[in-house]
């Protein structure tokens, strides 16, 4: 079995999703290769999480959602809520992981969470020094921390 968690950037309008796609896709059939049970852990974030869900449901994985809090839902509007409404329904499990009211350490939680029980992290992540506390930069140093293996995809700028 492998168990593959990711963690990516919200906003990904300015990167070429295309090649991105190919990025992940390539490495999440490279990590599947030889293994019969395949889990992606994803809390559905918009932008990398959900394309990264959508990728690893193609590729065969079971999807089993960390949420940050129960009402997570709630977080989402327009095309991110419709895929976050279609991503859950194709997860073989959905887990709470926190009733912090501080809503920004529940999304800390389950990025921990996500490093916790993966045995390879994928991050979607550019580069750029985040100062949020739940972020891709904090679950990556997280990860790192724990020596969970890293695997870093650099979204390629998709505007001239």
């Known amino acids: 079995m492998i168990r593959v968690g990711i963690t990516g950037l919200r906003d990904l309008r300015n990167y070429d999703i295309a090649a991105l796609a190919d990025d992940i896709r390539r490495e999440l059939a490279a990590r599947a290769s030889g293994h019969r049970r395949r889990v992606l852990l994803s809390s559905l974030a918009a932008g990398a999480d ?23 839902r709630d977080d989402f509007s327009g095309e991110a ?15 709470i992981i926190s009733n912090n009211q501080d809503l920004d350490l529940a999304y800390l939680e389950a990025g921990k969470y996500v490093a916790d029980h993966c ?6 992540w550019d580069g750029i020094p985040q100062s949020s506390i739940c972020g891709t930069q ?10 969970r293996e890293i695997i870093h995809i650099q979204p390629r ?4």
């Open 81 to 95: 809520l419709g895929k976050f409404d279609a991503l859950i329904g194709k997860a073989s499990r959905t887990i």
């Open 50 to 72: 959900q394309l990264c869900a959508e990728i690893g449901i193609s590729l065969g994985y079971d999807l089993v959602c960390p949420l940050p809090f129960a009402q997570a």
């Open 138 to 147: 904090a679950v990556m140093e997280y990860a790192e921390k724990i020596n």
């Open 157 to 160: 700028n998709g505007r001239t």
């Open 119 to 124: 045995d390879v992290l994928l991050a979607v």
